[in-house]
């Protein structure tokens, strides 16, 4: 069964900050992985999409790279900005059913 | 990308009481999703609803606890029955757009349920 890990589960840091956050996966046997953003109390905006066969993926601020062979993603975010607080999800779409397994996500907090 | 609305956005229910949560897409998909988030937990897929036949359950979830409608290309409806306060969560409806190689998922803004 596939279990999806994202580390940390929260991260504060000031605006202007480069960061990374981190999502490891059990089963490499992927199609694709998806990183969303979810405002409080809101549904999931889809940010990047790396398919199986790909390294990264970048667009605007963010570049997300994958490592399936080692079970690991990471969303790497330049200079950070206060409308970036939200929590990130990975999501990785594999097995028979070829369904997506989620993390549980990292809280970010960018302050001013 | 989908657009996708849900409605109600938000609700406070009593136990034992039932929902019924609206799902509107803007253009046809063959099939749709429904997903539950539970408070500091990730996305749980309920059931996929495809449209003409009965909606396919995940482990531990129950027809008769969550029926599915799936009328349309474009609608579908998740009911919440019976509702006791660990029903509380996020209900999200999502899709998928086949990308030619891959399939992308795109989720509605989410229907937030407090039972009381």
């Known amino acids: 069964k596939q279990e999806v890990t994202q580390i940390p589960a929260a991260l504060s840091v000031p605006e202007g900050e480069n960061l990374v956050l981190n999502c490891s996966f059990t089963?490499?046997?992927?199609?694709?992985l998806q990183w969303f953003r979810q405002d409080p109390g809101k549904g999931l905006t889809s940010l990047l999409l790396i398919q199986s066969s790909q390294r990264e993926q970048t667009s605007g601020r963010l570049n997300a790279s994958l490592d399936k062979s080692s079970g690991r993603s990471t969303l790497y975010i330049a200079a950070s900005q206060p409308g970036d607080s939200a929590t990130y999800l990975c999501?990785?779409?594999?097995?028979?059913?070829?369904?997506?397994?989620f993390g549980k996500g990292t809280l970010l907090t960018v302050n001013p | 990308s989908a657009v996708i609305s849900q409605k109600p956005s938000r609700d406070i229910c009593q136990r034992g009481t039932s929902l019924t949560i609206q799902c509107q897409v803007d253009?046809?998909?063959?099939?749709m999703f429904w997903y539950r988030q539970q408070p500091g937990q990730s996305l749980t897929l309920i059931a996929t609803a495809n449209q003409g036949s009965e909606a396919t359950y995940e482990s531990g979830f129950v027809i008769d606890k969550f029926p599915i409608s799936r009328p349309n290309l474009t609608f579908s409806t998740l009911t919440v029955s019976n509702m006791s306060p660990e029903d509380s969560s996020i209900y999200l409806c999502s899709v998928e757009r086949d990308r030619g190689a891959y399939n992308e998922q795109f989720f509605g803004p989410g229907t937030r349920l407090t039972v009381l």
């Open positions: 253009s046809q998909v063959t099939m």
């Open positions: 999501a990785v779409r594999g097995g028979s059913n070829y369904k997506l397994t």
């Open positions: 089963d490499s046997a992927i199609y694709n």
